[in-house]
């Protein structure tokens, strides 16, 4: 009897714990994804050298994520920007990272966040689709596809 307490016990006890705390977390990370739909790109006319790029990013995550760059093998820089209204006149500034909630959303829209596009190391056309990656915080990378628009 008291052999099977035990083997009872030691069957509870293998369970109630992980194999490793480093599994867990695996498991529970393996579920979890950053999503960037809908991109697009403004084309601006006469050749200037800069567009801008618009998105949906979803952090289906349980965890906040935190985008802190982002490149294009189409253009020599990329950086993450915002446009504010302060007494009435548009500002835009450059914005070291985009937080995104827990299982939130950020909008990269016009007037609003967004991505400069600076320096296309060549024309774009209507309707191109254009590589850009994301860098978030803890180091994985995200690729996504923008589409390049007409104004």
Same mark, same amino acid.
């Given at each position: 009897?008291?052999?099977?307490?035990?083997?009872?016990?030691?069957?509870?006890?293998?369970?109630?714990?992980?194999?490793?705390?480093?599994?867990?977390?695996?498991?529970?990370?393996?579920?979890?994804?950053?999503?960037?739909?809908?991109?697009?790109?403004?084309?601006?006319?006469?050749?200037?050298?800069?567009?801008?790029?618009?998105?949906?990013?979803?952090?289906?995550?349980?965890?906040?994520?935190?985008?802190?760059?982002?490149?294009?093998?189409?253009?020599?820089?990329?950086?993450?920007?915002?446009?504010?209204?302060?007494?009435?006149?548009?500002?835009?500034?450059?914005?070291? !990272?985009?937080?995104?909630?827990?299982?939130?959303? !950020?909008?990269?829209?016009?007037?609003?966040?967004?991505?400069?596009?600076?320096?296309?190391?060549?024309?774009?056309?209507?309707?191109?689709?254009?590589?850009?990656?994301?860098?978030? !915080?803890?180091?994985?990378?995200?690729?996504?596809?923008?589409?390049?628009?007409?104004?």
């Amino acid at each position: 009897m008291k052999n099977i307490a035990i083997a009872a016990l030691s069957v509870v006890l293998a369970a109630s714990f992980p194999a490793s705390a480093g599994q867990r977390t695996q498991t529970v990370e393996a579920d979890c994804q950053i999503v960037i739909a809908d991109g697009w790109i403004r084309l601006l006319p006469g050749g200037m050298p800069m567009h801008a790029g618009f998105a949906r990013i979803e952090n289906h995550c349980s965890k906040a994520v935190e985008i802190v760059a982002a490149t294009s093998p189409v253009y020599a820089e990329v950086e993450l920007h915002e446009t504010t209204r302060v007494q009435g006149v548009s500002r835009m500034r450059q914005i070291p !990272a985009l937080p995104i909630a827990a299982r939130g959303q !950020a909008r990269l829209q016009p007037g609003g966040l967004h991505l400069m596009l600076m320096r296309p190391q060549r024309p774009l056309q209507a309707g191109e689709q254009v590589d850009i990656h994301f860098r978030l !915080a803890d180091g994985r990378q995200i690729a996504a596809k923008f589409e390049a628009r007409e104004p």
